[in-house]
């Protein structure tokens, strides 16, 4: 099946994706702060560049979109149906780059955290949260 978008439009839509300041990103980052969490943002001396880092408390969290880092087992990470294999091999190389630079983070004694952009349709993660940054 072919897209239904030339390779210019194509183009120009998935330029349009942001890497930072997304919609999750910023909820995440609200209610942080409201809880008087503070934070500095997408820091680039760490592997990763990880979207909030609480050095405080040795933690980072990355705020992924399902989809762009194939969160297993989600209907918001489904493939489209044209130019499979370019997609499937983008998607693989996110998913190994991520896995990584948290062993990376990991073994610099960082705690990590991920949350997936569908756990924040769901804002009781904020909760779970606060229990995996103070432990």
């Known amino acids: 099946m072919s897209d239904i978008f030339t390779k210019e439009k194509r183009s120009s ?3 349009t994706v942001r890497a930072v300041n ?3 990103e910023l909820a995440i980052r609200k209610f942080l702060f ?3 969490f503070r934070y500095r943002k997408n820091v680039t001396f760490l592997p990763g560049k990880p979207d909030i880092v609480l050095s405080k408390y040795k933690t980072v969290i990355f705020v992924n979109g399902c989809y762009w880092h194939g969160h297993k087992n989600c209907e918001s990470a489904k493939l489209p149906k044209s130019n499979i294999e370019y997609w499937q091999n983008k998607i693989d190389s996110n998913v190994a780059r991520d896995r990584k630079n948290i062993e990376q983070l990991m073994k610099l004694g960082w705690n990590v955290i991920t949350i997936w952009e569908c756990e924040m349709k769901n804002m009781k993660i ?3 949260l606060i229990s995996q940054i103070v432990k």
Do not use: F, Y
Request: with cysteine; proline share 8%.
């Open 13 to 15: 839509i998935m330029a």
């Open 22 to 24: 997304t919609k999750p």
């Open 34 to 36: 409201s809880q008087g």
């Open 126 to 128: 904020c909760t779970k």
